[in-house]
């Protein structure tokens, strides 16, 4: 295979020495990260551990900084007609009348408060994808918060700890409720934010429309259950399939993009034109790398550094290329006006990331097997060691307790021909092998996309105590019982 996100890649030359790293960062943040070398490895744990806790040191601050400011936001979710595709009048549930929803964005170090109210005819709740907070704003039903009813509301507040690119979306029959349209963007600014000429955001979504162009009314069909959940028919960028990005020639944008599919993984293709991922999830890369062959799974976000040094002839398609044989538009990037001199700065990606080199001969603490059988409400479950979550009303003991503080190995073995995009919630994790060979991304991530029987070794350092959830973000196969509870103590 060919494409690098797959095929285990040359070690890194730009895996940058530690010390190189710590004195980029600020003084307030390093002094965090001293205070993160002081935990103190424990006897049993393996000396490989101990050095991957100590490479950890600085790659993201463990406390949020709030500085005072409190940004509030105002949120109703409610059904309501939106022109979406194309003009056409489309049924959809929306936050604040809109699809894409709004798009919260606030400063690092700013504490984000949303007042939501719900005026759905479902109870729901709001999950904030990726974001590091307490484990009481997380949005689970029933296990951080109670679901809100119908006509209630529910005050979120908190102050991230990362910069980045985020989302929000429900926790209740998400299968059903985004697909309906309710998700939104959280842009969490750097401090001081490298002066892009432009900072753009595509949402791609898939839509599955009935005859009559309105959003198919069954959900968690046995179809969407034996595959890799319910793949649509039109897809769109942020909510239409006409888009066209106009710049001018020299411009230099920062482009995110967020894949809020319920099922479909796209692999955007910006070859042509002079384009660095520097972002993953939300967390910047150690070093900006050609973003060519990167799968976008449900859940998972990219941002990505382009310079338009030249015009372009015509109209350039950005085209999904994650099925070879099924290619689709995506959207189209014209320049046209006044050619402007591009603003020059250092790339933003070069974040202190652990390479971990040692991390696979730590003992794994856990290998969880994902696999479906026949039964359950639907037919179908989807498992994870041999068990479905019971719906997030039931009790759940966790699968797994970890320590916050401590590196962890784990394992994922897909034991079913289908995709699971597996999500973490409340941490970041970095892709150490694929099917046991070293694969060496220089970036956190929160959401990794396990293919049909392989089998996938992550490595994390857990930084927040809480009930946290690990599942596949295709929602089907959540909905389906693809789900469990990960807790974190503190040590
Ligand atoms: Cu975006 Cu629990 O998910
Ligand atoms: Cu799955």
Redesign the pocket.
Known sequence: MSNPFHASRAASAGASPLSFNLHLLAPALLAVALAAGACRPRDKEPPQAARALREFTGAYPLEARPNGTVRSFDIVAEPTEVELVDGQKLRVWAYNGQVPGPQLRIRLGETLRVRFTNRLPQETTIHWHGVRLPNAMDGVPHTTQRPVQPGETFVYEFTPKDAGTFWFHPHVRSSEQVERGLYGLLIVEDTAPPPYSRDVVWVVDDWLLDETGQVFPRFNTRHDLAH??RWGNVLTVNGRTDTVLRVRPGERIRLRLLNSANGRVVMPDFSGLDAKLIAVDGLYLREPIDPAGFELAPGNRIDLDITFNQNLAAPLPIVDRFSARRPNVLAHITTEGEPVTPPAFASPARAHVPAWSEGLHVPEHHAFR?NARRGGPFGIE?TLDDKAFAGHSAHHEPALTLTSGRFYRLRFVNESA????LHLHGMFFRLLARDGTPVEEPFFRDTVLVHGNESVDIALVPTDAGSWMLH?H?LE??EAG?MTLIAVRAP
Do not use: Q, S, T, V
């Open positions: 890799d959940g994902l989807w289908r995709l699971h995009p596949c295709i196969h959540a693809m």
